[in-house]
């Protein structure tokens, strides 16, 4: 990593950790569909997904399952930080 790549990695975590903690959970769940979604792909259109172990396989589907858990909390804090007087 040159020191201009590492300095750019260091102002965009800066720029990050000033947005409202409303648009960071915005973006962080983008991110976390995009993931939930390339691995979706992996797992039903990928040779190679065919080709791994069971246990590899299950693992996999184990990860999808957390990542999609982590989805919905975030939603569900997204949601609360919309409507703080709801419980």
């Known amino acids: 990593m040159s020191a201009a790549s590492g300095l750019e990695g260091i102002l965009q975590e800066k720029q990050e950790a000033d947005l409202p903690l409303q648009h960071k959970l915005h973006i962080e769940r983008i991110e976390l569909?995009?993931?939930?979604?390339?691995?979706?792909?992996f797992m039903t259109?990928?040779?190679?997904?065919?080709?791994?172990?069971?246990?590899?396989?299950?693992?996999l589907e184990e990860q999808l399952?957390?990542?999609?858990?982590?989805e919905q909390v975030l939603v569900q804090r997204m949601i609360l930080l919309n409507n703080p007087n709801s419980n």
């Open 33 to 41: 569909s995009n993931k939930i979604e390339k691995l979706k792909t």
């Open 45 to 59: 259109m990928s040779a190679d997904f065919k080709a791994v172990n069971y246990r590899h396989a299950n693992l």
């Open 65 to 70: 399952s957390a990542m999609q858990r982590y």
